[in-house]
């Protein structure tokens, strides 16, 4: 059973950057995508992005194009989600997660980090 | 405001039945079977139950079904148990540049 490990609660200044790493129990990030998924305190989910198995291209959501980045590192066992020019909004909970079990299953996350709160504040 | 609507709440009491409503557009839940919900305890990550509409992960409980009606996609959980109250949330791939919508969420009480 895969699971991912997230690093711990960050607290950022406006304007700031953050990176979120997430750590998978097994070398799956070559063969699966991740994704990265916030929810602000009692909010509904945003997906922000994905970094694509194999060729590792990534793809983001229109809203945070131009600050946000994913990668992986070189062992395929830990991704990052990085966020730059943080705004009080950007407080959120923010999760890794993978279709890996769910057959035919796109975006279909059926595995998810346990989730890294990040709070913006001056 | 999120781009898939649900209730904010429902209830039942144990053993009954609820059916949860997610309605979005022709850009999305209408065109896509790609529709997949969630259950979220507090201070939980989420929980998949239901994907590509109507199929159900492995271990998951079929008292969770999935169905769809032109742009709605609805949740129902029969046979109410007390763990199953949480907040529950809809999401479907989207034609759009954002690539995956999701639902308000949804509280439900088991009374």
């Known amino acids: 059973q895969v699971q991912f490990v997230q690093s711990e609660t960050e607290v950022k200044k406006p304007g700031a950057s953050v990176k979120v790493s997430c750590e998978a129990s097994q070398n799956i990030l070559a063969n699966y995508a991740i994704h990265w998924v916030r929810q602000a305190p009692g909010q509904s989910f945003e997906w922000m992005g994905w970094?694509?198995?194999?060729?590792?291209?990534?793809k983001y959501a229109e809203k945070f194009h131009g600050r946000v980045t994913i990668t992986r590192d070189t062992s395929a066992k830990i991704a990052f989600m990085e966020l730059s020019s943080l705004r009080y909004e950007d407080t959120a909970i923010y999760y890794c997660a993978a279709v890996i079990g769910s057959p035919g299953g796109l975006f279909a996350f059926d595995v998810w980090g346990q989730g890294t709160l990040v709070t913006v504040s001056s | 405001q999120s781009a898939l609507t649900q209730p904010a709440s429902v209830s039942g009491s144990p053993g009954q039945s609820i059916t949860i409503s997610c309605t979005g557009t022709?850009?999305?839940?209408?065109?896509?079977?790609?529709v997949s919900w969630y259950q979220q305890h507090p201070g939980k990550a989420p929980k998949l139950i239901v994907y590509?509409?109507?199929n159900r992960p492995s271990g998951v409980s079929n008292r969770f079904s999935g169905s769809k009606s032109g742009n709605t996609a609805s949740l129902t959980i029969s046979g109410l148990q007390a763990e199953d109250e949480a907040d529950y949330y809809c999401?479907?791939?989207?034609?759009?540049?954002?690539?995956?919508?999701f639902g308000g969420g949804t509280k439900l009480t088991v009374l």
């Open positions: 970094l694509s198995a194999g060729t590792g291209r990534t």
């Open positions: 022709s850009s999305d839940v209408g065109i896509y079977d790609y």
């Open positions: 999401s479907s791939y989207t034609s759009s540049g954002t690539l995956l919508l």
């Open positions: 590509d509409v109507t």
